[in-house]
């Protein structure tokens, strides 16, 4: 099974689906157009959210959510500085209220979301949250969910993805395709390229944020101790975290700290849609709630 996947895989390469990212300089598969990625998520980040909100999970606790949304309105700036263009996006993040799952993840278009769990069975610092979240924002930087989206579809199409992707007639099955895999995006593992393009990028973004690279250290020895007791990380199991990760992330420490020991103002970027107001349209409608905040 697996062979067969590499020969798709390989076969959809040589049809053109394959770009060099031009950050990493690394080959990636890309079937899909980024903006299709963005199109889907933006989608599937809806309906991953409106249960939450339903239930009253979302972004219920109004400390948390503030201290969750500051870290994050300090990440996009330099984000934006590394790829200019996701200036337009739709940046989101939400807190998650799930005290067992140990998990953050960010979706193609910067559409994020991390779960209580992380926050409090890690007892996380903000440094530590500017960590978690800078790597997710990276991925998406990196057009990783990109790439495993156009995985997920190759699987799913066969060779014939090239074609549904770049030709018109095929738009309505493109856009069903595409629906799929931007949730498959965020529950799959990433490869360990692209995890350490992202710890690399993260831990980067975090300390022109202000965020003290350390953390990213100290971040994975609380994850490796939570994985190692009864309440499993989600996060390891789309992030395999080997010792030599730790190393790699403690190597680069020296050459961040000019960038969190900055002394210029740190900008910052106002989100967009208040938790208050997605909660309250949710409680005033609850047979009809509005899934647009989200
Ligand atoms: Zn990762």
Redesign the pocket.
Known sequence: MKKVLISIVVAAALLGGCETNPVTGRKQLMILPEETAIESSAKAYTEMLTPFQQAGKLDNNPAVTARVVQITERLIPPAIAYRPETKDWAWSVKVIDDPKVVNAWCMAGGKMAIYTGLINQLQATDDEIAQVMG??I??ALAK?QTEQMSRAVVTQLGVNAVAIFTDARYAAMAQQAAAGAAKVAIQLP?SRE??SE??RI?IELAAKAGYNPKAAVTLWQKMAKVSGSEGKSDFLS??PAPEKRMEALGELVPQMMPFYQDKAERPVFKLKASAPAAQSTARAAPSRPDPAPI
């Open positions: 790597h997710e990276a991925h990783h990433n692209a995890e992202a710890d993260g789309t992030h």
